[in-house]
């Protein structure tokens, strides 16, 4: 059994990290703390300051960040994703794509450390603003994203079905797999 301290503050990603990180015999805690997200233009940076920012924390120690990405919104809101959402929440997002493409995507840079050594994984998902929101479970913009393929929200369906596909499952497998192949050496 491997140790693994997730640090963030938000519930729902400790829930979906959990549950992918299990099947590779690693315990996940959570340890609630507000990391610096520094106004930089990519999620790499963001996950960096937050690996600067836990370096206290001893053993394996794993962070994320993540955004959700409108390619005819120039990306946006992709690194601003919380920020945006905390003062805006979605009016603003419906009012920009009422003539534009609705294709976005999900993607997340997970960050692993163990004393001075760092990893990064990324994770993926491609889908499109639902006409409208929908949808009770997950969190964030779950409500308002519609995986490709698919004709429901993540926030309408269980939250093992969102973990089957999502960008932050995809990257964190990636964690697992590391571990589990012995790619994460101290
Ligand atoms: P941290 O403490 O880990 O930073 P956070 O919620 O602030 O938690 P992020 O900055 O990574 O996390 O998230 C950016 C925003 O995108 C935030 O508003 C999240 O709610 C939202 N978000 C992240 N992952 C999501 C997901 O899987 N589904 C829906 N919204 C998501």
New binding site residues.
């Given amino acids: 059994m491997t140790d693994l301290t997730f640090v963030?503050?938000?519930p729902g990603?400790f829930r979906e990290v959990e549950a992918v990180l299990r099947p590779y015999g690693i315990r996940t805690r959570w340890t609630r703390r507000?990391?610096p997200?520094p106004q930089v233009e990519t999620l790499e940076e963001v996950v960096d300051a937050k690996l600067d920012a836990v370096r206290d924390l001893k053993g394996w120690v794993l962070?994320?960040?993540?955004?959700?990405f409108i390619p005819s919104l120039k990306g946006f809101p992709g690194v601003y994703?919380?920020h945006f959402?905390?003062i805006w929440k979605f009016g603003p997002i419906y009012e920009l794509l009422a003539r534009r493409d609705r294709r976005a995507y999900?993607r997340?840079v997970a960050g692993v450390a163990h004393g001075r050594r760092r990893w990064t994984f990324v994770g993926e998902v491609r889908g499109s603003i639902a006409p409208k929101p929908k949808g009770r479970h997950?969190?964030?913009?779950?409500p308002i994203?519609v995986p490709a393929g698919w004709d429901r929200t993540?926030a309408e369906v269980p939250a093992a079905s969102k973990n089957a596909i999502?960008?932050?499952a995809r990257a964190v497998a990636k964690v697992g797999e590391a571990f589990a192949r012995g790619r994460l050496a101290r």
């Fill in positions: 963030s503050t938000n990603k507000s990391l997200e962070v994320e960040d993540s955004g959700l994703s919380a959402l905390k999900f997340t997950g969190f964030g913009y779950d994203f993540f999502s960008h932050r």
